[in-house]
T-cell receptor
């Protein structure tokens, strides 16, 4: 069965510092990876997915199949980036089922 | 475009009771997925409905059941409630069933407390 691991429950950085939220997965096939974000008092929403290869709000994530990782990065953190971030995986032929990690709370301090 | 809505927002039940949670999918979407999010955990897939039929199920017992209606809205029913069923229940809608690449849009959730 597939699994997503986010090793950090909380990540605290200063404004302007680089951010890296870690995500590792276990799955023998070719998964589709996503990052979802939940801002305070808002619903869970898609931030980005690896097949799009795009940068959203300055965030990027590269799928590394060798290391089975999909870390989320941003070169300069902003206060509005403070939120809960979830890494999720969808498997080929698995319908639209998402398997989520436990999430990392990002806190950007001034 | 109307987003995903869920009702009620909060609910308190006692152990052994039954509960029904409701979800209205986003306009144009024909697929609804349900997730359970326990405190401090990520969402966990319960099941998915596509065009009124179950289209995948997670590791949840049969007392978790669902329905999808012709207008693609959906219900999640939980029988014989247990204390561990206390969680945030999220509904997500998308278009296309099992089609890869379809983004799921989440509702605000229903918070269930079982006493």
């Amino acid at each position: 069965a597939q699994r997503v691991t986010q090793p950090e429950k909380l990540l605290s950085v200063f404004k302007g510092a680089p951010v890296e939220l870690k995500c590792n997965y276990s799955y023998s096939g070719s998964p589709e990876l996503f990052w979802y974000v939940q801002y305070s008092r808002q619903r869970l929403q898609l931030l980005l997915r690896h097949i799009s290869r795009e940068s959203i709000k300055g965030f990027t994530a590269d799928l590394n199949k060798g290391e089975t990782s999909f870390h989320l990065k941003k070169p300069f953190a902003q206060e509005e980036d403070s939120a809960m971030y979830y890494c999720a995986l969808r498997v080929t032929g698995g319908g639209n089922k998402l398997t989520f990690g436990t999430g990392t709370q990002l806190k950007v301090e001034l | 475009e109307t987003g995903v809505t869920q009702s009620p927002t909060h609910l308190i039940k006692t152990r052994g009771q039954q509960v029904t949670l409701r979800c209205s999918s986003q306009s144009g979407h024909n697929t609804v997925s349900w997730y359970q999010q326990a405190l401090g955990q990520g969402p966990q897939f319960i099941f998915q409905y596509y065009r009124e039929e179950e289209n995948g199920r997670g590791n949840f017992p049969p007392r978790f059941s669902g329905l999808q209606f012709p207008n693609y809205s959906s219900e999640l029913n939980v029988n014989a409630l247990e204390l561990d069923d206390s969680a945030l229940y999220l509904c997500a809608s998308s278009f296309g069933g099992s089609a890869l690449g379809e983004t799921q849009y989440f509702g605000p959730g229903t918070r269930l407390l079982v006493l």
